[in-house]
């Protein structure tokens, strides 16, 4: 399937900003089943793009600087991206969760999908004992990690309600855990969290969703922004397999990968740094659409 996706921020400032340097991962990488064809980027007012600081993760990065006066500034990218991707299944031989974790930590790659690089916690994502023993009810060590890792998926879907109010970016894994309610980011950092502490790499992925789903299955939820889901590690011959805990289900190719790392800061679409009286709005419009 061929998509046309589309991401557009527009950034209001209460007061017009006299300087603003912006850091961005708005471009698609290409990853297993997904390649991306074309990508093109627009900023208004205009300002000159170059390549972004290399942060040792599958990120592509870019950055501006803004240096005339602006009360808005516009930011909108546009891509189109071909996946052909089944959707996984757990099979009879995948390893189990104690045998991937001992694989993952036996790992001897340093290439930036190392597992190595996604085992330990993060700046965001730290180890929680109460994430841990939740999690561990499913990431048993004799289930088969790609079993397990569904059903923990299915758990965190069934147990956890998607608020878009009840959590801020820098709302942590313990903080949403507790309140059972909160976005895709939170979803994944549970499980992500949840993962390492039973030894298991997992990475946290930023990308989009089909917005519009095939006749006959149901929207899936988060469709109109970024979404975020996991990466496991299943061992050497699964490798790196999606999860996506706030839909219950395997990545297949209603998923678009934008970015992975280790949490959400290595990944973030857009961050960086204004001059000028505090107050601004942001409003973020997201449309992937299937062109065949």
Known sequence: MLYAVSH????????????ARCNLR?????????????????????????????????????????DRPAAELVITSRARVRVERETPEPEAGDPDVAAAARAALG??????????????????????????????????PERGIVEAGLALARAIQASFHYDGSATELDTSPAEA??????????????????????????????????????????????ADATHAWVMLWCGPERGWLGFDPTNGCMVG??????????????????????VGRDGQQIEVSV???PLG
């Open 177 to 222: 855990f507790a309140a059972r309610r909160g976005v895709c980011q939170d979803f994944a950092q549970i499980m992500i969290s949840g993962a390492r502490s039973a030894g298991l790499a997992a990475a946290y992925v930023s990308g989009y969703l089909r917005t519009i789903p095939p006749p006959g299955k149901e929207r899936l939820v988060g």
């Open 287 to 289: 449309d992937v659409e």
């Open 26 to 66: 708005l471009h698609p990488i290409d990853w297993d089943g997904q390649t991306v064809e074309s990508y093109g980027l627009a900023i208004d007012p205009p300002a000159a793009v170059s390549a972004g600081r290399d942060n040792g993760y599958c990120v592509i990065g870019e950055r501006f600087v803004l």
């Open 107 to 140: 790992a001897r790659a340093l290439d930036k999908m190392a597992p190595a690089n996604f085992l330990y916690p993060s700046p965001l994502i730290g180890a929680f004992p109460e994430i841990a023993a939740w999690c561990g009810a499913e990431l048993r």
């Open 253 to 274: 190719s209603d998923h678009i990968v934008a970015a992975i790392g280790r949490d959400y800061a290595d990944v973030a679409p857009i961050d960086g740094v204004f």
């Open 8 to 19: 557009k921020t527009t950034f209001a400032y209460e007061f017009p900003v006299r300087f």
